[in-house]
């Protein structure tokens, strides 16, 4: 049987906020400064926890970790939304759309999941504190940080090839900033069912479980501090969770905003902008500023500790 290519879609049209050319200045300004915020504040992040010795904790360890996902989320779509801005590049070739849908999905599941997982660990800290040490050893945490990766990858990995195994025969242009499931798989000529029906499964498993997950570590966390009988035990158990407990439900409100409210709006796109720029750059904050140790660890930084006279 001779092979027949419908898909005669060679490149897809990212049409951005084009809408708004009146303020396509003011917006790419805006984003291109937090991204550079986001993405310093993470490294400043990443570099504390490895050069600080109080930070050489497993927390810290996945607050790292949780740092250079955001860096590596943000740098799949931000660098090609400022290009379309400043520069009228709105233009991304089919593979290159499916390679952003892709890796954007898997790193936003891979959040998910890491979340969780730092949800476990507070767990363990609060409600084993004994065994603690001894459980969480170097290499079960490197387990635990590769874990959310693996199961976050394949988990998108079947939506992905079944959207991208659809024909696209017709319209290019798509009223996003970046390629995401729902808008490409609308886009198609042939029947999406079947791709929309293993996209809505992938959903349950890419963010419904880890949320159950992160859900019953903290009731678990929150009936052991209930049971601590002095006020400072409790302020000091709960302060070590806090930081996470408001970066998980920025995450997971913002899940809620984009994916409950009604669809086919104008300021979808900006209300996408909540997850993936505003919270990315708002969490390196919330760790530093709400974090005794890592303000510390900040207070300690001085040049000349990496500066050394010729």
């Known amino acids: ?6 898909t005669t879609v060679k490149e897809f049209i990212l049409m951005a906020f084009s809408n708004f050319h009146q303020f396509q200045m003011l917006i790419f300004i805006i984003i291109l400064l937090m991204y550079i915020i986001c993405v310093t504040g993470n490294l400043v992040i990443i570099v504390l926890v490895k050069i600080g010795p109080d ?7 996945f607050i790292s970790v949780f740092a250079a996902l955001e860096i590596s989320f943000v740098s799949v779509t931000v660098p090609k939304l400022l290009a379309n801005l400043i520069l009228g590049s709105r233009t991304i070739t089919f593979i290159g759309c499916f390679v952003q ?3 954007f999905n898997a790193l936003g599941v891979t ?19 004994l065994r603690y040490g001894a459980i969480m050893s170097h290499t079960f945490c490197f387990k635990l940080a590769f874990l959310p990766w693996i199961a976050s990858f394949t988990i998108v990995l079947i939506p992905t090839i079944l959207t991208a195994d659809l024909d696209y025969c017709g319209p290019n242009e798509l009223n996003h900033f970046f390629c995401d499931l729902a808008p490409v798989q609308s886009l198609s ?26 859900i019953g570590f903290y009731i678990h966390i929150i009936i052991a501090i ?3 009988k ?3 035990g409790k302020k000091k158990a709960f302060s070590t969770c806090s930081s996470h407990l408001m970066v ?21 796109k900006f209300i996408s902008l909540i997850y993936t720029v505003i919270i990315p750059t708002l969490n390196p904050f919330i760790y530093t500023l709400r974090n005794k140790d890592v303000k510390i660890a900040l207070t300690k930084l001085k040049p000349s500790q990496y500066f050394t006279n010729p």
């Open 230 to 232: 002095s006020m400072d």
């Open 55 to 61: 930070l050489h904790t497993p927390m810290y360890f």
């Open 111 to 129: 959040e998910c999941y890491l979340l969780a997982v730092m949800a476990f660990d507070r767990n363990l800290a609060i409600n084993n504190p």
């Open 248 to 268: 998980a439900s920025m995450f997971y409100g913002s899940v809620v905003i984009v994916y409950i409210k009604p669809k086919g709006s104008q300021y979808d």
């Open 1 to 6: 049987m001779e092979y027949v290519n419908k």
């Open 189 to 214: 000529c042939s029947n999406p069912f079947i791709s929309n029906v293993v996209t809505s499964i992938a959903s349950i498993f890419a963010s419904l479980m880890p949320f159950l997950l992160l």
């Open 101 to 103: 849908l892709f890796t």
């Open 226 to 228: 209930s049971l601590i």
